[in-house]
């Protein structure tokens, strides 16, 4: 936007001293230009990210079909990669420098990774969800159990029913053991300072560690072994506790390490308590983390077999009771029927698994809706009119101002 001094100003030097002389907007300059967002690419940046992609991919198609013997689809993506690193690496370079070039270069690194992961993640959950897609599609598979079916058997008999009731009891008695001893654990580790806290996050990361086949033998000596009680759902239970509480206590305590110390500073300098800041401040602030923590202990447990097959053993029948005798889960589900090899048998296996993964993410968008901080509303914007900038700034209403009127005292 150009500026232009007023055209109608004195000019001999005794009109000059005291005039004051205000800039106006020239007609003939060029329009304003909106700017754009900085987190947004432009139509070149776009441009040139895309076209970098697909000559990676065309230089990769060349080396590896035509100048080198590199058959199979491996060494084609890690030639488009490598190719689509080097295109990138010189348009940057060519167009902002080595220091854009370097950004540009670890974005790529980044989105690619993350491309991975995903079509990792996508391509293992339609794999199984394909391969137990036979009996998905029967009704009975999701209201009966496996009572008097054998392997051989179509899909119109049996179902997944007896897992699942199982699995989710099993869960519940975990999460209903871990979650406060997890939680409560964070929290001694987070805010009560001392030398036994260190001892506790010590023992607890080396827990992380443990192997579940060792948890499934501790409960099975001490609860089944040494108390006398029968295998149950119980006892699998309290050996899935054992594999989820330290994976809860320490993200716990990784989460509220974040928490401000200003806001604990706050609610003490107001006069709360310890109890009242950890219950009233921190905790509420650390929910969406703690739910995290939550969904990856269950993401532990519930997958669990070797603790299960231990201490709960294999019931083929609904059992809703999880101290009356065996109790089947849906990783032991998936392990007995694979174990047999028949292909009806494998079918229902990776059925279940699909079912396994739908239950899990049925918890995980649970979890995160109940720890989801509240909205506050806010009135609905209203549409304001087009200002014109030209006409809305003040120097140009108020136009030259006037010298001072001369008098005896001021020549």
């Known amino acids: 936007m150009t500026l232009a ?21 020239d007609d003939d ?38 100048l080198l013997p590199l058959e199979g689809l491996p060494w084609f993506v890690i030639v488009a990669f490598a190719c689509t690193l080097a295109v990138t690496w010189v348009t940057a370079a060519m167009t902002d420098g080595a220091v854009h070039a ?21 391509s293992a959950v339609v794999f199984v969800a394909v391969k137990g897609w036979g009996a998905l599609t029967h009704l009975n598979f999701f209201t009966d159990d496996m009572s008097g079916v054998g392997p051989k058997d179509g899909f119109d008999q049996g179902g997944v029913l007896h897992a699942v009731i199982g699995s989710l009891i099993q869960v519940g008695i975990a999460v209903a053991i871990t979650l406060p001893l997890g939680i409560g654990t964070a929290v001694f580790m987070t805010e009560v300072p001392g ?19 060792v948890a499934g033998l501790f409960i099975y000596t001490v609860f089944i072994v040494a108390l006398g009680y029968p295998r149950s759902g119980l006892a699998a239970g309290l050996a899935i506790s054992v594999m989820m509480l330290p994976i809860i206590a320490r993200a716990s305590d990784v989460v509220l390490r974040v928490v401000p110390g200003g806001l604990r500073e706050a609610s003490l300098a107001l006069g709360a308590s310890r109890w009242r800041t950890v219950w009233h401040v921190v905790l509420p602030t650390a929910r969406p983390g703690l739910a995290t923590a939550c969904i990856l202990g269950i993401a532990r447990g519930i997958g669990e077999t070797s603790p299960v097959l231990l201490t709960s053993g294999n019931a083929q029948f609904v059992v809703v009771n999880p101290t009356d005798g065996v109790m089947n889960s849906l990783p032991l589900f998936v392990y007995s029927l694979v174990r047999t090899g028949e292909p009806n048998a494998v079918a229902r296996a990776f059925a279940g698994a699909t079912v396994l993964l739908a239950v899990v993410m049925v918890l995980f968008v649970t979890a995160r809706l109940i720890a989801r901080p509240k909205r506050t509303k806010t009135p609905r914007r209203t549409r304001r009119p087009a ?3 030209v006409m809305a700034d003040p120097l140009v209403e108020m136009g030259p101002v006037a010298p001072p009127a001369r008098t005896e005292e001021n020549p």
């Open 387 to 389: 200002v014109d900038v």
């Open 29 to 66: 300059a060029a329009p304003v230009v909106p700017r754009s967002s900085l987190g947004r690419l432009t139509a070149d940046e776009k441009f040139v990210r895309i076209g970098s992609v697909v000559s990676g991919l065309a230089l990769a198609w060349l080396i590896t079909q035509r």
């Open 195 to 213: 030398r036994f806290a260190k001892i506790v996050r010590t023992v607890v990361e080396a827990m992380t560690a443990l192997p579940s086949i």
């Open 102 to 122: 370097r950004d540009r270069l670890a974005a790529t690194v980044m989105t690619t990774g993350a491309a991975l992961v995903g079509i990792v993640l996508v």
């Open 5 to 25: 001094p007023e055209a109608d100003v004195p000019q001999t030097a005794g009109d000059v001293v005291g005039q004051t002389f205000l800039p106006r907007y």
